[in-house]
């Protein structure tokens, strides 16, 4: 009995390393097809292969993305659960805080630098949680995932073109688990679009400058029609 017990086991095993492997084979595959793909569209090779090195199939990525609730929440559902009193309060104290700031950017803007706050908070709680997932790992997942295949594909190149446009080293190049970065927590093919260098220094880093991450939430709010006057604001 224990031995047919043993053998029942060391079967299972095998199986399931035979799986796992078969697996493993099947994403460095696809990893393989990514990397020449982006070498076709332009992105630097030695990039791609630094950027890949170490790419992960990320299951905890799959299953937040598979677990994302299907009920439709009402305004003041959402209103109670993503602005609860404390964060009121706590965007008061980092307004009065970056004032000067946020004054300035919304005069470049044209928005109201309460929504630039109103954004930071809902997105990140003002910058204190912008994920820790690689962007490359993450992005790559996703696609292999295979649900939104085309979407996420799209999202991994623009990531590769932030990278090659030298906005972020890529060791502190993190995120969602689907991707979104920094901030703002702009999808890459959002940040391409929307980013905005605001302390001159060439880089747009909405990771940890300030400046950057308001003008960026800025710019994107003038864009999606945010062109709300400033004054009596204070």
């Known amino acids: 009995m224990r031995k047919g017990m043993c053998k029942l086991v060391l079967g299972s095993v095998l199986s ?14 696809y990893v393989a097809q990514l990397k020449t793909e982006a070498i ?27 677990n994302q609730p299907e009920k439709r929440k009402t305004l003041n559902t959402y209103l109670r ?15 009065a805080k970056h004032k000067a700031l946020l004054e300035r950017v919304g005069r470049e803007y044209g928005v109201q630098p309460r929504f630039i706050v109103a ?16 962007v490359i790992s993450a992005l790559t997942t996703m696609a292999y995932e295979g649900r939104r295949e085309a979407f996420f594909k799209k999202e991994l190149m623009s990531s590769l073109r932030i990278l090659q446009e030298g906005h972020i080293n890529l060791s502190d190049f993190k995120g969602s ?22 302390n001159n220094d060439g880089r747009k880093d909405i990771w ?27």
């Not at 170490?54 to 937040?64: I, L, N, Q, W």
């Not at 659960?81 to 307004?95: D, G, I, L, N």
């Not at 908070?121 to 690689?134: D, K, L, M, R, V």
């Open 81 to 95: 659960s993503a602005v609860p009193e404390w964060k009121a309060q706590k965007a008061k104290k980092v307004y």
């Open 208 to 234: 940890k400058s300030l400046p950057d991450v308001f003008a960026s939430s800025a710019n994107y709010l003038k864009q999606a029609g945010w062109m709300i006057s400033t004054r009596g604001e204070g």
């Open 16 to 29: 399931f390393t035979a799986m796992n492997l078969e697996a493993r084979e099947s994403f460095d595959k």
């Open 119 to 134: 954004l930071w908070g809902i997105e990140t709680n003002f910058g204190s949680f912008t994920g820790n997932y690689s």
């Open 177 to 198: 688990w689907a991707g979104a970065m920094g901030q703002n927590q702009f999808m890459p093919s959002s940040f391409l679009k929307y980013a905005v260098d605001g």
């Open 40 to 66: 076709a569209s332009g992105i630097d090779a030695q990039l791609v292969k630094e950027a890949f090195k170490g790419v992960e199939y990320k299951a905890r990525a799959v299953k937040a993305d598979r």
